[in-house]
């Protein structure tokens, strides 16, 4: 019998971290290395076992769920050489992060995890397999309680991937995340450069919610996450606000640019 090819239709690329993942028109997520420089799998940036410089599939699976046919809608990739993290949303909005953890970038943890503030998820600073980012969800339904709803009325919706979270980004060692609401940004991670936009500059940090990213006023389109960098976009691309070390970042945020364009999430036509 001939296996068809599988048609993607989405795909992100780590330039740093050296890996890809991809995501089929019926929502199978595949990874590989193509980076044999920067990108080994040692640290589970794939999701998954086996020949890392091969395009491989992923199986997602949820703690609560004994369901093995969780579709993927959206990817997103970045890390440094050798330390990369990767994240998953579903076609029914919930985050799945893996990769390296040792700043905590994956979000798994809570605020509550112990006098420093933080914890890992099972004292692991990797995840080798995705794991659903539930505590990243709370905090988003905390900040805004009407977020998702709308969507929520709907759960027979064959795509429901943005019910709460817009858009995400993954930085060198931490993780920017915009909601749905077009307001909240949350963060997580290495928080040293001041690339979380939090009050003060944590060594590490649970997910959060960064004023100096969010906006109560006008809506945010995108969020970027470079190295030591985070900022978000309005409509029309342009930066509105940025945290960190984000000087010769030139070609990074065109990239960025590119990608949130191609999403739909700002204009497609913007001259610069």
Avoid at 111 to 133: E, I
Avoid at 201 to 215: C, E, R, T
Wanted: proline letters at 3%; one cysteine or more.
């Amino acid at each position: 019998f001939l296996t068809m090819a599988p048609i993607f239709t989405q795909t992100s690329q780590s330039t740093e971290a050296g890996h890809t993942i991809k995501v089929t028109n019926d929502g199978i997520p595949y990874s590989y290395c193509h980076s044999t420089k920067s990108c080994s799998n040692e640290l589970g940036e794939l999701g998954r076992t086996n020949n890392p410089y091969k395009l491989l599939p992923i199986t997602l699976v949820s703690d609560r769920s004994s369901s093995t046919n969780i579709q993927a809608s959206l990817a997103y990739t970045g890390g440094f050489p050798s330390s990369g993290h990767s994240a998953l949303i579903d076609n029914q909005g919930y985050l799945y992060l893996c990769g390296c953890d040792r700043w905590q970038q994956l979000g798994l943890g809570s605020a509550n995890g112990g006098s420093s503030g933080y914890t890992w998820k099972g004292g692991r600073l990797w995840q080798t397999t995705f794991q659903r980012a539930d505590y990243v969800i709370e905090l988003l339904q905390q900040l805004d309680p009407n977020l998702g709803t709308k969507q929520q009325q709907n759960e027979t919706r064959k795509d429901n991937s943005r019910r709460w979270i817009r858009d995400v980004a993954l930085g060198g060692d931490h993780t920017v995340i915009l909601s749905s609401n077009k307001k909240d940004v949350i963060t997580c991670g290495k928080g040293g450069e001041g690339q979380l936009g939090l009050t003060s500059k944590p060594w590490v940090s649970s997910p959060s919610k960064s004023k100096a990213l969010s906006s109560s006023k006008s809506d945010i389109a995108a969020v970027c996450a470079f190295r030591h960098c985070s900022m978000t976009l309005g409509d029309d691309g342009e930066i509105k606000n940025s945290v960190g070390k984000c000087s010769k970042m030139r070609k990074a945020l065109e990239l960025c640019r590119k990608r949130a364009a191609e999403s739909g999430l700002i204009g497609s036509n913007l001259q610069r």
